[in-house]
């Protein structure tokens, strides 16, 4: 590898390969988890996440940059169970990006922060040569803390553990590619961009028997399920006819050529549970704005394959793997 390639950052095997070479040999990476747990005062746990956002367009069908980096921290907090508190945001702007869509983004990012009860608690600003990036590239880095008994991660993945999905699939990724390459849909699909953690709240009162969680953003549902069997060294087997994908995304993907399971999502959620809870915690989520289509996609077997299987709507079965790059770059 001599050169950083686009693929690099798409969320595929080449990133992974990236990451384990070059980033985790001088880095204190004990996990590649969606954020990093740390021991906090008197014996809690806090969790730290950050995250950069190039999105491309910076404006999308529902949504744009500033609320989606808003939104993306929280969730990655929320996915190791922890209650976000306090976010932080970095912009690095090009010359010459207009104030009036500056200001656009930053009431979005106000207002994502205050429907998610959430702070942004300081920031930082640089301005760029004109032609030295692209419009607006934005960081944010989130805390929150993690309640005693929620203990979250790959690692507690058992065979039997059912898989449940929140959501439909492929909304955001959809979205992106439609308005960068001037396509319209009828009607228009917008990204699922939303703050999780009030979902994940619900679920955490319900029970505290998940085991695992991952908001399937780059890559897709595919290299999220393909992540946690790496991790938790199991086989996931899911069913292509229980995964929720809309009438408008299937015909999209259809028509540009794109696979549904590995389109990226920013407001949905895979959570991993203990089998005897899946009910009742759908049952839970159901009653949530964002949950109202949650269902069982899935389970793990206990097999130390690694692999990702779906069974077909032709009766087939189907290795998933990670792609090498990614179908739809700079979605996030």
Not at 148 to 170: A, C, H, N, Q, R
């Amino acid at each position: 590898m001599d050169k950083i390639l686009l693929s690099h950052g798409s969320g595929g095997t080449m990133m992974h390969q990236l990451i384990k070479e070059y980033f985790v040999p001088q880095f204190s990476l004990k996990s590649l988890d969606d954020s990093a747990v740390l021991e906090g005062i008197n014996g809690g746990k806090i969790a730290f996440t950050t995250d950069s956002y190039v999105v491309s367009p910076i404006f999308f069908p529902g949504g744009n940059i500033g609320e989606l980096a808003v939104n993306g921290t929280v969730n990655d907090l929320s996915m190791v169970g922890a209650r976000p508190l306090y976010i932080t945001a970095g912009l690095i702007l090009e010359e010459g990006f207009s104030i009036e869509d500056l200001k656009t983004i930053l009431s979005s990012m106000s207002a994502a922060a205050e429907y998610s009860g959430i702070k942004i608690v300081a920031g930082d600003t640089k301005v760029v040569d004109k032609g030295k990036a692209d419009g607006i590239f934005i960081n944010t880095s989130g805390i929150g803390i993690i309640e005693e008994g929620i203990d979250i991660s790959p690692s507690k993945v058992t065979p039997g553990d059912k898989v449940i999905l929140s959501g439909p699939i492929g909304n955001h990724g959809i979205s992106i590619i439609a308005e960068r390459n001037g396509i319209s849909f009828n009607p228009p699909i917008l990204s699922d961009t939303a703050p999780l953690n009030s979902l994940v709240n619900d679920m955490l009162k319900t029970t505290k028997e998940i085991h695992a969680m991952r908001d399937p953003t780059r890559g897709g549902l595919a290299t999220s399920l393909k992540e946690i069997a790496i991790a938790s060294r199991t086989c996931i087997t899911i069913r292509e006819n229980s995964i929720p994908v809309p009438e408008g995304v299937k015909g999209a993907c259809e028509l540009l050529g794109f696979d549904p399971l590995y389109v990226a999502n920013e407001g949905i959620l895979i959570a991993i549970v203990k089998a005897d809870m899946a009910e009742l915690l759908i049952n839970t989520m159901k009653k949530h704005p964002l949950g109202g289509n949650a269902c069982v996609i899935g389970d793990v077997k206990e097999d130390p394959s690694e692999m990702v299987l779906l069974k077909t709507s032709i009766g087939g079965t189907r290795i998933i793997e990670m792609l090498s790059g990614d179908q739809l770059p700079r979605i996030c």
